[in-house]
């Protein structure tokens, strides 16, 4: 059994800062692939943020790039998504996800275990 459990969402201003976590337990890998995605209700599931499971590579959403900042922690089986610089639009329910990923980082389908979310609201 595995689970990814985030915190840190909240209520923000506009041009403010939120540290997002997710901590993963169980039967964990710390070979995983993880990342962070992101939902609207009505919209699809949008791609944020990932760290590879072995090179520590980082990908970012073009949406993202420039303001957000993923990191890990394997000793603490531990993601982070620093989020500086926020926009209304980066409004959503933020989602930790983990896996074996070889290819397609940015895809959902390509991760195995996936968090409850953590609410990221941006006001004006």
């Known amino acids: 059994q595995v689970q990814l459990v985030e915190s840190g969402g909240g209520l923000v201003q506009a041009g403010g800062s939120l540290r997002l976590s997710c901590t993963a337990s169980?039967?964990?890998?710390?070979?995983?692939?993880m990342g962070w995605f992101r939902q609207v209700p009505g919209k699809e599931r949008e791609f944020v943020a990932t760290?590879?499971?072995?090179?520590?590579?980082?990908y970012y959403a073009d949406s993202v790039k420039g303001r957000f900042t993923i990191s890990r922690d394997n000793a603490k089986n531990t993601v982070y998504l620093q989020m500086n610089s926020l926009k209304l639009e980066d409004t959503a329910a933020y989602v930790c996800?983990?896996?074996?990923?070889?290819?397609?980082?940015?895809?959902?389908?390509?991760?195995?275990?996936w968090g409850q979310g953590t609410q990221v609201t941006v006001s004006s």
């Open positions: 996800a983990a896996g074996a990923v070889s290819r397609s980082y940015d895809q959902g389908n390509e991760y195995n275990y």
């Open positions: 169980g039967r964990t890998s710390s070979s995983w692939t």
């Open positions: 760290i590879r499971r072995s090179s520590g590579r980082t």
